[in-house]
């Protein structure tokens, strides 16, 4: 399962700058602007940066959001893999929804020990 965000090109601008902020909109990739809502959603929840295992992936069918998610200890002897559905109007709750899970099966364990706070 790849990284949250992998493949994904962010550009930013000043907010305050409407010219380049309409040139860049058509860039805009709507399906992949969502998909990583929903990934990044469920990064933060589980408060991981790029030192923690952590990966998921979301994929769109229509106006429904997939996104499967994992947690590894940093030795890959455990491992929770967990799956989460909802519609493209709120992709972050689905992250949220997806991180409780992985959280819920054990996540916060191999969290707290990949910080050293077990």
């Known amino acids: 399962m790849p990284a949250i965000g992998q493949g994904a090109l962010g550009i930013e601008g000043r907010s305050d700058d409407l010219f380049i902020r309409s040139l860049l909109s058509g860039l805009n990739h709507a399906p992949s602007q969502t998909a990583v809502l929903a990934e990044r959603a469920l990064l933060h929840r589980l ?3 790029c030192q ?3 990966a998921a992936h979301a994929t769109l069918d229509g106006a429904t ?3 499967e998610g994992v947690v590894a200890s940093v ?3 455990e491992l ?3 799956r989460a559905e909802g519609t ?3 992709p972050e709750s689905i992250g949220i929804q997806l991180a409780e899970r992985l959280l ?3 996540g916060d364990k191999i969290l707290r020990a990949v910080y050293g706070t077990a």
């Open 47 to 49: 408060q991981g940066g």
């Open 52 to 54: 923690v295992p952590i």
């Open 65 to 67: 959001v997939i996104l």
């Open 75 to 77: 030795d890959g002897k």
């Open 80 to 82: 929770i893999r967990e």
């Open 88 to 90: 493209i109007e709120d």
């Open 104 to 106: 819920a099966r054990g």
